[in-house]
């Protein structure tokens, strides 16, 4: 849960960052004067053969200049004819007069990251109704466990939670095996030492993907030394 609460706050500094870039970029743009120019040269960042940066050289009231475009792709080659904008107050600020790609993708990212958060906080509050539901008005039964398994699905800092397998009769005979919630710790010993063989369930049988294990009988000894 904190790992989702910590992508949203990842994804909120995105987005107030690639509104703040958009919104400076607007602004600039409303004084900014627009002429073209030549790109001079293309660097290659040390140590990084696919990085690199493009200089720019044009000219304003018969003074050249070369400065640092804010923008490069892999299309652009020494001696291209290029379109800029500048800041008349200062004319060694430019921006390149190409899409406003960096806005754009910082403003995405943290979409990104609020949509996984907005999931992950729907499905909680779906499983959180379901099992209030399913206490007040479910079947309460005790379903025998079945194994202890790793849930491979889920993976935190290189682990993998444990999942309870229970088992239940169904109305025709048939066996339904039940799933816990994730456990990030190893419910084993506990189960061996105080002989806990059974859980609490509270089921739909008519669906019994609807489900609830109490996982109380278990989680009750964690305070202590097991």
Same mark, same amino acid.
């Given at each position: 849960?904190?790992?989702?609460l910590a992508l949203g706050v990842v994804g909120l500094a %995105?987005?107030?960052?690639?509104? *703040?870039?958009?919104?400076?970029?607007?602004? %600039?743009? *409303?004084?900014?004067?627009?002429? &073209?120019?030549?790109?001079?040269?293309?660097?290659?960042?040390?140590?990084?053969?696919?990085?690199?940066?493009?200089?720019?050289?044009?000219?304003?009231?018969? &003074? &050249?200049?070369?400065?640092?475009?804010?923008?490069?792709?892999? /299309?652009?080659?020494?001696? &291209?004819?290029?379109?800029?904008?500048?800041?008349? /107050?200062?004319?060694?600020?430019?921006?390149?007069?190409?899409?406003?790609?960096?806005?754009?993708? %910082?403003?995405?990212?943290?979409?990104?990251?609020?949509?996984?958060?907005?999931?992950?906080?729907?499905?909680?509050?779906?499983?959180?109704?379901?099992?209030?539901?399913?206490?007040?008005?479910?079947?309460?039964?005790?379903?025998?466990?079945?194994?202890?398994?790793? /849930?491979?699905?889920?993976?935190?800092?290189?682990?993998?939670?444990?999942?309870?397998?229970?088992?239940?009769?169904?109305?025709?005979?048939?066996v339904f095996q039940l799933y816990s919630e994730a456990l990030?710790?190893?419910?084993?010993?506990?189960?061996?030492?105080?002989?806990? *063989?059974?859980?609490?369930?509270?089921? /739909?049988?008519?669906?019994?993907?609807?489900?609830?294990?109490?996982?109380?009988?278990?989680?009750?000894?964690?305070?202590?030394?097991?």
């Amino acid at each position: 849960r904190i790992g989702y609460l910590a992508l949203g706050v990842v994804g909120l500094a %995105f987005m107030a960052l690639g509104i *703040k870039l958009g919104v400076e970029r607007a602004n %600039f743009n *409303k004084t900014a004067v627009s002429t &073209q120019g030549h790109i001079s040269r293309i660097i290659t960042l040390q140590g990084d053969d696919d990085s690199h940066r493009a200089y720019v050289t044009y000219e304003v009231d018969g &003074q &050249q200049y070369e400065e640092l475009s804010d923008y490069y792709h892999s /299309d652009m080659r020494e001696g &291209q004819t290029i379109d800029l904008k500048y800041d008349p /107050d200062d004319p060694s600020v430019i921006r390149i007069s190409s899409p406003a790609v960096v806005p754009i993708i %910082f403003i995405a990212i943290g979409g990104v990251f609020f949509l996984i958060l907005f999931t992950f906080l729907w499905i909680n509050n779906r499983e959180r109704r379901m099992k209030e539901r399913l206490m007040a008005y479910g079947r309460h039964i005790y379903a025998d466990i079945h194994e202890v398994i790793h /849930d491979t699905a889920q993976t935190t800092d290189g682990k993998t939670p444990y999942v309870i397998v229970v088992e239940l009769d169904g109305y025709d005979e048939s066996v339904f095996q039940l799933y816990s919630e994730a456990l990030w710790f190893d419910p084993r010993p506990i189960m061996e030492k105080h002989g806990v *063989k059974q859980l609490p369930v509270y089921v /739909d049988l008519e669906k019994p993907i609807n489900h609830s294990i109490d996982l109380t009988p278990i989680t009750k000894y964690l305070d202590g030394d097991y």
